[in-house]
């Protein structure tokens, strides 16, 4: 049975940088492409970016572009978000989820329960 566990939130000053990890148990690591999903108060959760199994592909929403990367080590079934350039806007919980997968590119619908999800807060 797919788990997923976030970690590595926090309170970071804007401009600063933090790295999530997502780690995965009950899996065959590189057989799903897993997202990352956030939720800032008061709003919808929305799809931040996915990797497929292998890692070759890579999906960000505009709002990161250029600010976050998304990785993966399979050999570790961890998924990692390594955010940049954090603004106060990015403040939210993040969760990690298996994705959809279409025509080898992963699409940011989650298929797999909610976790807990780790809170990041960017505040001066």
């Known amino acids: 049975q797919l788990q997923l566990v976030e970690s590595g939130g926090g309170l970071v000053q804007p401009g600063g940088s933090l790295r999530l990890s997502c780690a995965g148990s009950g899996f065959t690591s590189s057989y799903y492409g897993i997202g990352w999903f956030r939720q800032a108060p008061g709003k919808e959760r929305e799809g931040v970016s996915c990797i497929s199994g292998s890692g070759g592909s890579t999906n960000y929403a505009d709002s990161v572009k250029g600010r976050f990367t998304i990785s993966r080590d399979n050999a570790k079934t961890t998924v990692y978000l390594q955010m940049n350039s954090l603004k106060p806007e990015d403040t939210g919980v993040y969760y990690c989820?298996?994705?959809?997968?279409?025509?080898?590119?992963?699409?940011?619908?989650?298929?797999?329960?909610w976790g807990q999800g780790t809170q990041v807060t960017v505040s001066s």
């Open positions: 989820a298996a994705v959809r997968i279409v025509q080898a590119m992963c699409v940011m619908i989650p298929v797999s329960r």
